[in-house]
């Protein structure tokens, strides 16, 4: 049976409209890198106080990813990062860096696993953050370990991760406000960090 010219230029597009639908490549998602950054309005009367994270997480605004994690800072990656919030005061260092989906984001949240305070002594030299840090040394040298009710927290801030940009969150975890001394003459932490600001580039 021969098939005429209309019906040819009919199938033809038919065709054609299939391969455009089916076998079209979808455009690669882009990425952009967050960074998180954290200083501290420290506990005044401590020689040092070391709070260690176990987890940052943030969480993207569509759902398609739910929430994601932003690996701490170190090459490879640690499992924790201990930061003392007395050599925080005027200052920042790293909490952690990711190459994450580009799009909007709704919040972050932080665990904070642990924490340890020192009286006496003289602090040690040294980052501020890393995955291990000494404790003061000399004589006099006390400390005491928090008791921590939830050590998780949730930052409610939204913000946009641009593709091939950079965004830099900044973030202050007030330990003046956070630890409390019980009146059986220990210290209960309950984390109070906040977001200072939120910073982009391309």
Sequence with gaps: MRMTVAALTVALGLSVAGLACSGSPTAPSQSGNLRL???DTPFEEATALHVTFTEV???RADG???WLTVPFAGDPAPTTRTCNLKKLEEAFDILG???LDAGQ???LRLVVESAKIYFGGTAIDGPACAT????PSGTGVTSETLEIPSGEVKLIHPFELAGNGSTTI???F???QSVRQTGNGRYRMTPVIKILAVKTSA
């Design 37 to 39: 950054m954290i200083t």
């Design 57 to 59: 997480k943030a969480h």
């Design 64 to 66: 398609a990813g739910g």
């Design 97 to 99: 860096v990711a190459a």
């Design 105 to 107: 984001y709704t919040q």
């Design 132 to 135: 291990t840090l000494a404790a």
């Design 170 to 172: 900044e973030l202050d």
């Design 174 to 176: 007030d330990g003046d």
